[in-house]
């Protein structure tokens, strides 16, 4: 049996990552993820949690600091994309950050590596995270095995991710996700939240 643990909201942050405008929609059915993330930004707002916003978008200083024996980041420099101010870069307006939610920018895949999110999180007590994102073998991955690295109580929203390859999403929650989180659906975790 797959038992869930509670969750205590106010220790508790859903991260939403690379949900932006240039990101969105490469990925089937967009307008469904964004309304279900939506839906649990609200539910954990609800419940007194934290919402963190994650996005990646580059500086010109930015993009001269990647060596070119980065082989994603390379490309994304050399063609000048995602610029910090570009509309490309903003997140996605129908699940727009407000006024006391954490937003972090990143240059890299993971949501942690080059920013002070985890400063973030410890400052407010948070010590479990809901992770949303797009792509799951991009930002949610990469994510994942650093939180689980850190020791938060990690739970991915199993419809609240998404890849340009369905089957790369599939075998990444089927195969290699069970073993660093616990995989909750967006009614699930309003469930674990009202239980709370």
């Known amino acids: 049996m797959n038992t869930i643990p509670a969750l205590d909201p106010r220790r508790t942050a859903l991260l939403a990552m690379d ?3 240039g990101i969105v929609d490469h990925v089937p059915d967009a307008d469904a993820l964004v309304e279900r993330v939506g839906g649990a930004i609200a539910d954990v707002r609800a419940a007194g949690g934290t919402i963190g916003y994650v996005r990646v978008a580059f500086t010109d200083d930015d993009w001269a600091a990647v060596p070119a024996n ?3 980041f390379s490309a994304v420099a050399a063609a000048k994309m995602l610029h910090h101010e570009d509309a490309a870069t903003r997140i ?5 950050p ?3 939610d ?4 990143k240059i890299r895949y993971g949501a942690g590596s080059t ?3 985890h400063q973030q999180l410890s400052d407010r007590g948070i010590d479990t995270l809901v992770l949303s994102g797009i792509s799951t073998s991009g930002v949610v991955l990469s994510t994942l095995i650093d939180v689980a ?3 938060y109580r990690v739970y991915v929203l199993t419809d609240g991710i998404a890849d340009p390859d369905p089957e790369v999403n599939r075998i990444l929650v089927d195969k290699v996700f069970p073993s660093r989180a616990h995989l909750i659906d967006t009614p699930r975790l ?3 939240l009202k239980a709370a």
């Open 19 to 21: 949900f932006q405008n």
């Open 70 to 72: 980065n082989k994603s």
């Open 102 to 105: 954490i937003v972090v920018r």
């Open 115 to 117: 920013t002070d999110l």
């Open 149 to 151: 690295d850190r020791d």
């Open 98 to 100: 407000e006024d006391d």
């Open 190 to 192: 309003s469930e674990l």
């Open 92 to 96: 996605d307006a129908r699940i727009a």
